[in-house]
């Protein structure tokens, strides 16, 4: 490695982050990452999506002992504050299936939409009558591109959806109510 003017080593600053068995990085969960695993879990991954994103986003930390002792230590407290969170978002689930919300889109005489409706319409649609959920969460089969009634499912948790009734409706020109 080269050495600076000011005599410091040039070399990446990285503090050694302990290897798993697969050679991967060995991580203690902090919060749920979905696909990966639970609060509380020790995860091997690859060092970049370690370093990238687990790390600077707060979700994982180093898999040390110390962090080990302190997760089993506030675990039934950690339990506790994941079940409420999951009533509330069963609760959430319950309230959303017996929504309905109507997105108006401009269509020709035959019911095709000009353009299309997509997860973000169907946030939007959501924020309006007081739900606050991202487009990710919104699963839909492909765009909504015809005036119907569609359902739509919103993904809440990893173990939570709901079915969501959208009506797709055409939008009232001014000229035509008068």
Same mark, same amino acid.
């Given at each position: 490695?080269?050495?600076? @003017?000011? +005599? /410091?080593?040039? #070399? ?11 050679? +991967?990085?060995? &991580?203690? !969960?902090?919060?749920?990452?979905? %696909? ?17 994103? $687990?790390?600077?986003?707060?979700? #994982? ?6 962090? /080990? /002792?302190?997760?089993? =230590? %506030?675990? #039934? ?5 994941? @079940?409420?969170?999951?009533?509330? &978002? ?5 309230? !959303?299936? @017996? ?11 035959? +019911? %095709?939409?000009? +353009?299309?409706? #997509? ?32 359902? *739509? @499912? ?9 079915? $969501? =009734? ?5 939008? *009232? ?6």
């Amino acid at each position: 490695m080269a050495n600076s @003017k000011s +005599g /410091r080593s040039l #070399a990446p600053r990285f503090r050694a982050l302990p290897k798993g068995p697969n050679k +991967g990085i060995q &991580l203690l !969960l902090i919060q749920s990452v979905e %696909h990966l695993g639970k609060q509380g879990d020790i995860v091997e991954v690859r060092p970049g999506y370690a370093r990238n994103y $687990l790390l600077p986003e707060g979700l #994982a930390t180093v898999a040390s002992e110390h962090h /080990r /002792r302190m997760v089993e =230590k %506030h675990r #039934a407290r950690l339990f506790e504050i994941e @079940k409420a969170r999951l009533s509330n &978002l069963r609760e959430l689930a319950s309230t !959303l299936t @017996k929504q309905s919300i109507t997105i108006e889109a401009n269509a020709n005489d035959e +019911g %095709h939409l000009y +353009g299309s409706v #997509a997860a973000n319409d169907i946030a939007s649609g959501l924020k309006q009558v007081g739900f606050t959920v991202t487009p990710d969460q919104v699963r839909l089969d492909g765009p909504l591109k015809e005036l119907g009634l569609y359902t *739509v @499912k919103i993904h809440l948790h990893s173990d939570i959806d709901a079915e $969501l =009734k959208v009506w797709v409706v055409p939008t *009232v020109s001014t000229e035509e109510s008068k």
